[in-house]
């Protein structure tokens, strides 16, 4: 690193990385952008940032493989190296925000399945305590689940769940990344109690799923990206894991604030107590 | 080798895990996720390479499911094309190794 170089340190999830760019402007956006998630603890990983790529944005695929020890993440906007073994990287991009979420999603998601989690297509929130997941396609109801959620709901994120290992079970994790909500997560964590599927209909109700198709779900909404048999297998487990450890139910709903009124109850009823987690577990 | 066989065996490329009865099939190349029933997982465990697809439908599919032979192996033929296709099993006319890169 230069000594021109400035750094932000950007912890979600508990880990935490060092954004590190020479450019004032670029390390305005990240303080504006990641905001609540920074954090003076030591980082565990580095990315350096090289703004000069002309590309703006890229409805391209997502390519991510291994090209010896490192890994190689490229989209049409950006590409960056990441080697695992220094927990060091270096991306080339513009100052785009777009390019720069995405980098940081797909590394989280390739450390996290190392660490058996995952990034979760799914709102999810945090109520009396415990953390409740909402997947489901576009136009399930992700955001309205948590346009509906009472005051004492404290949103974690309204499109990519952040899921980490527990001794008990699993933790959803706050997160920067907003969706059609445009508005970040909260910086907080707690056990997880139940993965709901989300389907609109014309009154709410839950029904349960077999693993098997409870696995089948969540796989399809897995944000994962690496081209990798042993990660991917490792993914595999920890979806199996999740399912046998996790509630998964089918949550039909009429999009009004009732819906939590079912959730409250399925979590009394269902006793999802877990043991506490920290926010910055 | 019995004239006109065909040989199966699973790609190097996927992670496969079993529950409930049914087989989770990834393919870490494109990230395209399957899950078999009963008697396609009973194929897919019976993919070695080296028993031909006649064979496995005969001895393990016929043995294990009520089902007529002729139609088994036509359902097995079009089951092992489509995960041919998504490069899950490779399909040859002599016999692979256990598991085979793509």
């Known amino acids: 690193m230069t000594g021109t170089q400035k750094v932000a340190c950007v912890e979600i999830g508990g880990i935490s990385i060092a954004l590190s760019t020479g450019d004032e402007g670029f390390l305005r956006l990240l303080h504006q952008r990641y905001d609540g998630f920074l954090s003076s603890s030591q980082p565990e990983f580095e990315l350096e940032f090289d703004l000069t790529a002309k590309q703006t944005v890229s409805d391209d695929d997502v390519r991510v493989n291994r090209d010896g020890h490192e890994w190689l993440l490229q989209r049409g906007d950006f590409q960056a190296r990441w080697d695992p073994r220094t927990g060091r990287g270096k991306v080339h991009q513009n100052s785009n925000p777009y390019s720069l979420d995405s980098v940081l999603r797909i590394l989280h998601s390739l450390i996290l399945a190392q660490r058996g989690g995952f990034l979760l297509h799914a709102a999810s929130a945090i109520c009396e305590g415990q953390s409740f997941l909402f997947s489901g396609v576009s136009g399930a109801g992700k955001t309205t689940m948590t346009r509906l959620a009472p005051a004492d709901v404290t949103l974690l994120t309204d499109e990519i769940s952040y899921l980490r290992p527990r001794a008990d079970g699993y933790a959803a994790f706050g997160t920067p990344f907003a969706g059609e909500l445009a508005r970040p997560g909260e910086n907080c964590a707690a056990p997880v109690c139940a993965l709901f599927f989300l389907e609109q209909g014309q009154e709410n109700r839950i029904d349960e799923l077999s693993q098997a198709e409870g696995v089948r779900r969540l796989m399809r909404n897995i944000l994962f990206f690496a081209e990798d048999r042993a990660l991917v297998e490792k993914l595999l487990a920890t979806a199996c894991d999740f399912v046998a450890k996790v509630p998964i139910r089918r949550l039909t709903f009429y999009p009004d604030t009732r819906v939590w009124d079912e959730v409250r109850n399925f979590a009394r009823n269902f006793n999802c107590e877990l043991p506490g987690v920290p926010a910055n577990a | ?102």
């Open chain 2, 1 to 102: 080798m019995p004239e006109g066989s065909i040989y199966i065996t699973r790609s190097s490329a996927i992670a496969a895990r079993a529950l409930a009865g049914e087989m989770m099939v990834m393919n870490s190349a494109n990230s395209t996720f399957f899950t078999l029933n009963e008697v396609a997982t009973a194929i897919f465990q019976a993919a070695d390479g080296r028993t031909p697809l006649q064979q496995i439908v005969r001895d393990t599919i016929c043995e294990q499911f009520d089902v007529d032979p002729e139609q088994a192996l036509t359902d097995a033929e079009q089951f092992v094309a489509e995960l041919s296709s998504h490069g899950i099993l490779l399909v040859s006319s002599e016999p692979l190794s256990a598991e085979a890169s793509r």
